[in-house]
């Protein structure tokens, strides 16, 4: 990473990441894997997310790597391992929905979720780092209803009930995000929070999803489209989980090339926004790192083709199998850049 970037981001094979020296991880602030379990030959202060997400785009598993300005420090607290420096903190939680135990109507997925952020913002509160900007959330069964409610809407009550007992509003000042069913596994979450408060950026062709209307859960999703902050004048840059969603509804059910080609829409919708709202410095698609989660591996090369298209040969992107929240969307596609530095692979 150059010298003076707050933030960078590098997609790395895992197999390549074990055979790093250890002096290779004094500047990184946490990794996330996809497709296998973390390294235990990995620093133990290391913040590190294992999702079982298997990659589509190539062989074996793929770990996002965040580096920032050093010296940074490293902690465990509330059961979340974070490393930081003196702007911004990453940190991941992972907890087993089977220690914990459903109550009355509340169930075994909504207490851990809202155990998980409840820890979340008590660290936050204790570092002194209220911003927070990004959060990735994965967990099993996303689509799969238990105890009479689908668990994504379950997810979504536990995490805005700790949004709210937090002191913050449930709407407008929200992080980015992206929630998608695993494989098996934990409930992990990952979350990058920095000193400043971010700008959370909507979509004037979707509908805040905190005003979702009661057919997509009793308890709305907690999310803003983008968000931005830092970095002086050009804003690092987060475009959440953005699928093929106009106003509230989903659009083009089971044609998955339309699906990829109104993500595209509106992606490039919440990037005008952006750079509207903020001076991101962002130029067009090319100019992005994507991660592009296919509910149905068989859709991959169509998927692949369509990104390809709008993003170019070069962009850095990885393409991994999940459950999108909606049994109906097919694809989901986030993005990051502006003032993060992309390595590419
Ligand atoms: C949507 O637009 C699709 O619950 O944190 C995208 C990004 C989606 C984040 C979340 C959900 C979330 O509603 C799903």
Not at 86 to 91: N, Q
Not at 194 to 217: H, K
Not at 259 to 268: A, D, G, K, L, P
Request: hydrophobic share 45%; proline share 7%; glycine share 10%.
């Amino acid at each position: 990473m150059t010298a003076g970037a707050a933030l960078s981001l590098e997609f790395v094979p895992a197999r390549v990441l074990s055979g790093r020296p250890a002096g290779w991880w004094d500047g990184v602030l946490g990794v996330a894997g996809y497709g296998a379990p973390a390294d235990p030959a990995w620093p133990e202060d290391l913040p590190r997310m294992a999702v079982d997400a298997p990659r589509l785009d190539a062989d074996g598993a793929v770990c996002e790597v965040w580096r920032a300005a050093g010296p940074l420090a490293a902690g465990t607290a509330h059961g979340i391992r974070y490393r930081c420096n003196d702007a911004m903190l990453f940190g991941c939680i992972e907890l087993r929905e089977s220690d914990f135990a459903a109550a009355g109507e509340v169930s075994a997925l909504q207490r851990a979720t809202g155990t998980a952020y409840r820890a979340l913002f008590g660290l936050l509160e204790e570092t002194g780092y209220p911003g927070l900007l990004r959060v990735w959330n994965y967990f099993p069964g996303i689509n799969a209803e238990a105890d009479g409610c689908e668990r994504y809407w379950q997810f979504n009550a536990g995490r805005q009930d700790a949004f709210l007992a937090s002191g913050r509003v449930a709407e407008g000042n929200v992080p980015a995000a992206c929630a998608l069913g695993s494989a098996g596994g934990p409930l992990s979450i990952a979350f990058l929070a920095l000193r400043e408060p971010p700008r959370a950026v909507e979509n004037p062709r979707q509908m805040s999803a905190y005003r979702y209307p009661p057919q997509y859960g009793p308890r709305s999703p907690t999310f803003a489209r983008a968000s931005v902050a830092g970095a002086g004048g050009a804003p690092l840059l987060f475009v959440s989980g953005t699928a093929s969603i106009v106003g509230h509804r989903t659009l083009h059910a089971d044609d998955v090339l339309a699906q990829t080609e109104e993500t595209f829409r509106n992606i490039e919708a919440v990037l005008d926004e952006a750079r509207r709202v903020a001076p991101v410095r962002a130029h067009g698609l090319q100019a992005l790192a994507y991660k592009v989660y296919v509910r149905d591996a068989a859709d991959f090369a169509t998927v692949e083709a369509c990104v390809r298209r709008h993003i170019g040969a070069d962009a850095p992107a990885v393409f991994l199998r999940a459950d999108v929240c909606r049994a109906d969307l097919l694809v989901e596609i986030e993005a990051c850049g502006g003032a993060i530095q992309l390595e590419n692979p």
